[in-house]
Each structure stands twice: as structure tokens, then as C-alpha cells.
Antibody, heavy 124, light 109 residues
Framework: EVQLAESGGGLVQPGRSLRLSCVAS????????MHWVRQAPGKGLEWVST????????GYAESVKGRFTISRDNAKNSLYLQMNSLRAEDTAFYYC?????????????????WGRGTLVTVSS | SSELTQDPAVSVALGQTVRITCQGD??????ASWYQQKPGQAPVLVIS???NRPSGIPDRFSGSSSEKTASLTITGAQAEDEADYYC????????????FGTGTKVTVL
């Protein structure tokens, strides 16, 4: 079955660190760029970070730049998000998502597969 | 960075048509994709590119785009279409960043 499964969430104190993982199965992981998306309780979706298939490109939202690091291990079919200096406003469900793209219309990109998410709560 | 603006909420009578819009400068350069999210669930892709539906998405969902506005239309809304809907696009800065719209809550009456 084609799926993504996140893990590593939990309760953490402000200023501490946490590492999220996302394991892919049922498809060739290193064929795809991957993303992290988060959603604070009762709020909308917020794009967090992306990594290219070979890790040559990594991008971050301004809200996490300098604190979060995205990485991947294609041999383990795994995506990671290292979160440092956590703040209360980082409290959210964190989803990993697979990026697909099409060549028509000059190119277009979308998230065609999502995990179920893992909850990160930053609180003292 | 870019911003994508959506109306916070819309309502539609059962069987009628509703259009959800997404506005932002990045949409002049990049197509939006659309996601449906029901309470307690992960988002699900409903439209990508100009008007591409993944398998399993009913044909009552359609997309369109003009200038800096992308639209998602539900023609003949069903009770199960009640959900939050988000648009997404590449950032207009020319890199590979992404941005989500503010989200629209669709209520089917």
C-alpha cells in the first residue's frame, strides 16, 4: 500500500528540540521531493519545508528558518524534520506530503499523498 | 513570501453549485492545487494543475484559473462535501517554496 507514516511527536518544553520522522512505503521514495506541512489546532494549513529527491535543495518557511532542518535518507525511505528552539507557536499537527508534478501548462506541482500527521505540543 | 487569500466560509444548499476562490500574486505564474480536509483527517487532493482530478474524486469538483485568481467549483454539492478547502501554490519568489491559502469552510445546508 502506498502510504506515509509520521512519528516522533509529543510534548516538549519551549526551547527544547524534537525530531520528526516520516516513513514512506509502497513507492520509490527517491523519485519524489517531499514536504512538511503543519496545522495548529483549529487553524489552517501552513507549509513548513521541502527537500528535493537528492537533498540538493532544501527550503523553509520564514517562520521556521534557522530553527528547523529537513533531511532524508533514501536508503531508509525516510524523511525527517529536526526542530530546535521550539516555541509555543510551533504547536501543531505535522504532516509529511509527497510532491508530484505535471509537465502541462508550463509545469504544475501538487501534494498527492499525505500522512496522518503527528502532534507536537510545545508547553511548559 | 506570497499570500493566498480565501473567503473564510461559504454555504451551499444541497445539490446546488458553490465556487471557492483563491487570490494571490503567485497565481499569475503558477497553477493552484486544491485540498479538502474533513475534521480529524489529513488533507486530500481534489484538483491539481488547471483542472485535473485524481482518481476517486467525483467529477462535480472542477478547477479554473484567471489572472491572480484560482477557483474550485462544486457542481451539485453533496452532504459529504462539507469540509475545509485549501488552495496551494508555489511562492512567487521563483524558488521552490510553497504557500497555502487561508482556507474556506464549506457548509452544505
Amino acid at each position: 500500500e502506498v502510504q506515509l507514516a509520521e512519528s516522533g511527536g509529543g510534548l516538549v518544553q519551549p526551547g527544547r528540540s524534537l525530531r520528526l520522522s516520516c516513513v514512506a512505503s509502497g513507492f520509490i521514495f527517491d523519485d519524489y521531493a517531499m514536504h512538511w506541512v503543519r496545522q495548529a489546532p483549529g487553524k489552517g494549513l501552513e507549509w513548513v519545508s521541502t527537500i528535493s529527491w537528492n537533498s540538493s535543495y532544501r527550503g523553509y518557511a520564514e517562520s521556521v528558518k534557522g530553527r528547523f532542518t529537513i533531511s532524508r535518507d533514501n536508503a531508509k525511505n525516510s524523511l525527517y524534520l529536526q526542530m530546535n528552539s521550539l516555541r509555543a507557536e510551533d504547536t501543531a499537527f505535522y504532516y509529511c506530503a509527497r510532491e508530484e508534478w505535471g509537465t502541462a501548462y508550463g509545469g504544475y506541482w501538487y501534494f498527492d499523498l499525505w500522512g496522518r500527521g503527528t502532534l507536537v505540543t510545545v508547553s511548559s | 513570501s506570497s499570500e493566498l487569500t480565501q473567503d473564510p466560509a461559504v454555504s451551499v444548499a444541497l445539490g446546488q453549485t458553490v465556487r471557492i476562490t483563491c487570490q494571490g500574486d503567485s497565481l499569475r505564474s503558477y497553477y493552484a492545487s486544491w485540498y479538502q480536509q474533513k475534521p480529524g483527517q489529513a488533507p486530500v487532493l481534489v484538483i491539481s494543475g488547471n483542472n485535473n482530478r485524481p482518481s476517486g474524486i467525483p467529477d462535480r469538483f472542477s478547477g479554473s484559473s484567471s489572472e491572480k485568481t484560482a477557483s474550485l467549483t462544486i457542481t451539485g454539492a453533496q452532504a459529504e462535501d462539507e469540509a475545509d478547502y485549501y488552495c496551494n501554490s508555489r511562492d512567487s519568489s521563483g524558488n521552490h517554496l510553497r504557500v497555502f491559502g487561508t482556507g474556506t469552510k464549506v457548509t452544505v445546508l
